[in-house]
């Protein structure tokens, strides 16, 4: 709490505009019910303007879309999808939901959207059950002759379920930069399919494209996954699309980490999924910037698969979420986010090369998009330890698995920086030298403490204080360059913590 005080004693005040006096009136409002809860969402926005978020998932949405899930569309149930409803008076809905759509097949060049699911997990479920029923169930009933499943007999419905439960995915491997939802054996999808990886090469941390068309023909797969969350490097999905053709796989696309790079044309041509893939799934946080949620993106013969998410997969939908949907993805088709997209990369490709020169070990040698991955088990760390001794140093980032990492998905090897956050607050190539000057300082002084037979732990480290005094000084210079939210005056969060 010291840390608090003198950030809030440090504060300058300054003039509240129209979007932050609506921010500080719900808060209030909050406050009115649950002090204690208002206090956290100050406490929440102190911590993000005193610390670099430096998480390549994570970013700053605008005030619009913050208050665009503030309201009374979250009162509404509105099961089905548009025009489709099982709950009367969702007419608003409908349109509000119409909007998202179209913003989002607009701003993609897709041809069908569905912008109901609550995270990025959810929509990877929507489309692999999509998928499911449109290539497996479909066909057997059409063999049957029947169109409704609630006709058939037990029997012939245990076949079904038996097919659907035996089919083939094709995924990235967690350990060379997938997502827990593309076949990890502790999630769910590992368990909804016979699942199969390919890895990125040992010794360059990149894809090998021939090894995937192997495993195509070799596998046959129903579905070819591709997308990552640890990845620096580009994929180029035009080649992919014609492996996957070759054996009559689905080509399914998880671009949730890069969304915003193909929304603001940073990756185009055959590095933007859309137009290859049958159906493409996506958050629309990260570098999309919008509200916290997911979205899937199909051909239109998937359409009619995917828009019975709901009752399939999904509950009720989130109306409010999709109003801020709608909002963000209209702001991402503006002039401004296209140089916001490639400013990230911009960024990324600064921060990578800056620790490059520092000594610090990345993996690819670099990056093509908005991540950058580091190995610190050559410093003699892991994960956890270089994550916890950046973030006390005024950083936030995380820890994360690289190829054959021996420290395992908890402590881990490696650490995980993105720059869509620092971009969104102004930030260019100067400022990514600094943070990059900053990770080295700290990484370089970090050292793992041992027990009594010299065995050096995986949790717990040693930083001076110097350096880690140094560190927050130079991590608030910067931040007072580039505030977040900085015409929120400093009186109002102050009457918040007048207890300290």
């Not at 719900?26 to 005193?50: F, M, T």
């Not at 060379?176 to 941390?205: I, P």
């Not at 991955?373 to 820890?399: D, M, P, S, W």
């Not at 030298?433 to 717990?460: C, M, R, W």
């Amino acid at each position: 709490m010291d840390i608090l005080k003198d950030y809030l004693s440090a504060m300058p005040a300054g003039e509240l505009n129209a979007e932050m006096l609506t921010f500080t009136a719900n808060v209030d409002l909050v406050a009115k019910s649950y002090p204690l809860v208002a206090r956290g969402i100050v406490k929440e926005l102190i911590d993000q303007r005193s610390h670099l978020k430096l998480i390549a998932s994570e970013n700053f949405c605008s005030p619009a879309v913050q208050s665009a899930m503030g309201n009374l569309l979250t009162d509404k149930y509105a099961e089905g999808y548009v025009g489709n409803r099982f709950y009367a008076g969702c007419d608003n809905v409908d349109d509000i939901e119409g909007l998202a759509c179209k913003e989002a097949c607009d701003l993609f060049g897709a041809e069908h959207a569905y912008v109901q699911p609550h995270s990025g997990a959810d929509a990877n479920l929507v489309a692999y059950w999509a998928i499911l029923r449109k290539h497996v169930q479909a066909p057997i009933m059409e063999k049957l002759g029947e169109k409704n499943i609630l006709t058939i007999t037990k029997e012939e419905w245990d076949s079904i379920r038996n097919e659907m439960g035996n089919q083939k995915l094709l995924g990235m491997d967690l350990y060379s930069g997938g997502h827990l939802t593309h076949g990890y054996r502790h999630n769910v999808s590992a368990q909804m399919f016979d699942v199969y990886n390919y890895c990125v090469e040992e010794k360059t941390g990149i894809l090998d494209y021939e090894n995937i068309r192997k495993m195509l023909h070799d596998i046959k797969p129903l579905i070819l996954l591709v997308g990552f969350s640890a990845y620096t490097r580009n994929i180029d999905y035009s080649i992919l699309s014609e492996y996957a053709k070759e054996v009559g796989a689905v080509l399914m696309v998880d671009m949730a980490h890069f969304a915003g790079l193909v929304a603001g044309g940073a990756l185009s041509g055959k590095f933007n999924p859309v137009p290859y893939a049958d159906v493409v799934t996506t958050t629309t946080h990260k570098t999309l910037r919008g509200p916290r949620g997911g979205m899937v993106l199909c051909k239109q013969a998937y359409a009619e698969y995917v828009d019975k998410g709901c009752p399939h997969v999904l509950g009720g939908p989130l109306p409010h979420v999709m109003a801020a949907k709608a909002i963000a993805f209209k702001e991402a088709a503006s002039p401004e986010f296209k140089t916001y997209a490639n400013k990230i990369i911009e960024n990324s490709q600064a921060l990578a090369g800056g620790l490059v020169k520092r000594g610090i070990s990345v993996q690819t040698g670099g990056t093509e998009n908005h991540i950058v991955l580091v190995n610190v088990e050559k410093l003699g760390l892991t994960g956890r330890q270089a994550e916890n001794a950046l973030r006390e140093c005024g950083l936030t980032l995380n820890r994360n698995t690289l190829p054959n990492d021996k420290n395992g998905p908890w402590y881990t090897s490696g650490l995980r920086f993105g720059t869509p956050a620092t971009t969104t607050l102004g930030m260019g190539t100067a400022e990514m030298d600094e943070i990059a000057d900053i990770i080295a300082t700290v990484l370089l002084n970090v050292k793992p403490t041992h027990d009594k037979k010299g065995v050096a732990s995986k949790a717990k480290y040693i930083l001076c204080d110097e350096v880690k005094n140094t560190s927050i000084q130079r991590v608030k210079a910067l931040l007072d360059q580039f505030t977040l939210y900085p015409q929120i005056d400093a009186e109002f969060l102050r009457k918040y913590f007048n207890d300290l």
